[in-house]
């Protein structure tokens, strides 16, 4: 039986990144295993193909944990900034958007995958694809069991992602592995989602996109607010605002959703031009009045909607035209994993609390980001914390 220093299992973002650090440091004796045909098909994958790595903006809000300060601590120890460093160093260059979020100057997410690859062949590092990982037993090491095959290592990553999108390879059979190892899992649920409302408000709008702010409540409490377009869809909306609101809502079984069209145009402004568009527009249809202020089929629903045909209730409507939220679609569209192994069952090395010399990364912990290149930073960030404690 081959027997290892350190076993990775997963070569997705976490994993290589892990890989990386442990070979630019000189370690010799670990292995990297990845049950896929190649490394990387998420990373590969990421920010619509673009690979939004990571934001200029790391603040804790964007995060959500059953231990935020250690999240916190952990992405200040390896932040964007010694990301990117450390990936420039590798030959890359990125360059950041409007909104903070970092891509490769390629806008290309494989170039960045190729990136860790290309570097992990010319260290000599040793990989191995096509590996999947079914059980894992332990007497002095760990004891891994692929098809046919078992390798031994003394001390074990575990960087085998969540449940997003299982075509990836990622599809919570690691979090099986953990709960052998005493650990317990936090109930994992979609995050970075489309969002399912009830369907007869929406009647006749597929397919429709807008730009608006995007709200959600539970009674009277705000629970979050998101700004960018909205596409209205058979079972309720899609869209950049949904997946930035996505989040607030992972775990949530009820929500009312508020869609403020027109954001940039005041109540007033809007209700004086209305006001006098009633009143001197006679040849218009009522249900076309806001024609050249919303698309036309979001338009007539406004109007379908609305409690009066006065100026105030139209501008109510589509200021404040509510949704009742009910779920997000599932894992197999989701971009991330709310859940997972508790980040307090681990120290500061995610470490295992339960077993000496097992360690945890990436999206299999309970730890996950707002959309925007905060999921990749804590992968890339839990893969130094773990690799300073193996060094
Ligand atoms: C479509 C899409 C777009 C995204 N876009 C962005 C974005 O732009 N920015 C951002 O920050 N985040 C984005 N994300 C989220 C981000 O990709 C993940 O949070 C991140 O990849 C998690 O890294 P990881 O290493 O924990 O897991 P993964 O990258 O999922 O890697 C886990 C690896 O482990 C392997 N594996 C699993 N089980 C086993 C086993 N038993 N044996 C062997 N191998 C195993 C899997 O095959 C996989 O390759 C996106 C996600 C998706 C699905």
Redesign the pocket.
């Known amino acids: 039986m081959r027997k290892y220093d350190i076993a990775i ?7 290589l990144l892990l890989s990386c650090l442990l070979a630019e440091r000189g370690k010799k004796n670990f292995i990297l ?4 045909d190649r490394l990387g ?3 590969s ?3 619509n193909g673009q ?3 990571t934001n200029l903006d790391m603040s804790a809000e964007h995060f959500y944990s059953d231990e935020k300060e250690k999240v916190s601590s952990l992405l200040s120890r390896f932040s964007q900034r010694e990301l990117l460093s450390f990936l420039e160093k590798l030959g890359g260059l990125f360059e950041a958007d409007e909104r903070g979020r970092v891509y490769p100057a390629s806008k290309q997410a494989s170039s960045v995958t190729d990136l860790l690859r290309g570097y992990l062949s010319a260290k000599g590092v040793s990989v191995r694809t096509g ?3 079914r059980e894992v037993t332990c007497s002095d090491g760990f004891c891994l069991k692929g098809e046919g095959e078992e390798l031994f290592c003394s001390r074990l990553v575990l ?3 969540g449940m ?2 299982k075509n ?3 599809d919570g ?2 979090y099986e592995i953990a709960k052998k190892f005493g650990h317990t899992v936090v109930k994992p649920h979609p995050s970075l989602v489309q969002i399912k409302t009830d369907a007869e408000p929406i009647k006749g709008l597929k397919g429709i996109r807008a730009d608006v702010r995007l709200s959600a409540f539970d009674g009277g409490k705000t629970l979050g607010v998101s700004e960018g377009d909205v596409i209205f869809t058979d079972y309720g909306v899609s869209g950049n605002a949904v997946f930035y609101l996505s989040p607030k809502l992972a775990d949530r079984t009820s929500a009312t959703l508020s869609i403020e069209f027109l954001p940039n145009v005041t109540r007033e402004k809007l209700v004086s031009l209305l006001k006098n568009k009633i009143a001197s527009r006679k040849d218009v249809e009522k249900s076309e009045i806001l024609s050249c202020f919303l698309n036309n089929q979001i338009g007539r629903n406004v109007v379908r909607r609305a409690p009066a045909f006065t100026a105030e209730a139209l501008v109510d409507t589509l200021k404040d035209y509510k949704l009742q939220y009910r779920g997000t679609l599932g894992f197999d569209y989701a ?2 994993t709310r859940g997972g192994v508790p980040l307090k069952e681990t120290d500061f090395a995610l470490q295992s609390k339960k077993k000496k010399n097992l360690y945890f ?4 912990l309970n730890v996950d980001g707002d959309c925007g ?5 804590w ?1 890339f960030s839990s893969a130094y914390a773990v690799a300073q404690a193996l060094l």
């Open positions: 299992v997963g070569g997705g973002a976490s994993g295993l990845e049950r896929n098909k998420k990373l994958a990421t920010g690979g939004n790595i590996f999947f990982v960087c085998g992602g997003a999108q990836f390879g990622s059979n690691m971009q991330v990364c990436g999206e299999l290149g905060y999921n990749l930073q992968a």
